[in-house]
């Protein structure tokens, strides 16, 4: 019923930058807050950053000054501007969304995911 594509992943060099998108489609009424979470190799997924549909957000301390999160409601899109990049920041980066459908159901969606990796 919803899907969350994500895109912008790729190789990129240390204090290098990247942009990732997520577009969510299909039967969705509106949508809460949205998300990007990681997950680094051998290691939990963890939290990344988080906005609401009011734009308030929330960072990880590890991204705080480094990572932007922010979202087009009129595109049903969310972004997440990564500055200073680190070898560490090296990880699979999933969408996440809570969307209330056109069935009136709440559903948590996640993206497939996409891959950053930094290295020299």
């Known amino acids: 019923q919803v899907q969350l594509v994500e895109s912008g992943g790729g190789l990129v060099q240390p204090g290098g930058s990247l942009r990732l998108s997520c577009a969510a489609s299909?039967?969705?009424?509106?949508?809460?807050?949205m998300g990007w979470y990681r997950q680094a190799p051998e290691k939990e997924r963890e939290l990344v950053a988080t906005?609401?549909?009011?734009?308030?957000?929330n960072y990880a301390d590890s991204v705080k000054g480094r990572f932007t999160i922010s979202r087009d409601n009129a595109k049903n899109t969310v972004y997440l501007q990564m500055n200073s990049l680190k070898p560490e920041d090296t990880a699979v980066y999933y969408c996440?969304?809570?969307?209330?459908?056109?069935?009136?159901?709440?559903?948590?969606?996640w993206g497939r995911g996409t891959l950053v990796a930094v290295s020299s």
């Open positions: 299909g039967s969705i009424l509106s949508i809460n807050a």
């Open positions: 906005i609401t549909n009011s734009k308030s957000t």
């Open positions: 996440n969304a809570g969307v209330l459908t056109m069935q009136y159901r709440l559903l948590e969606v």
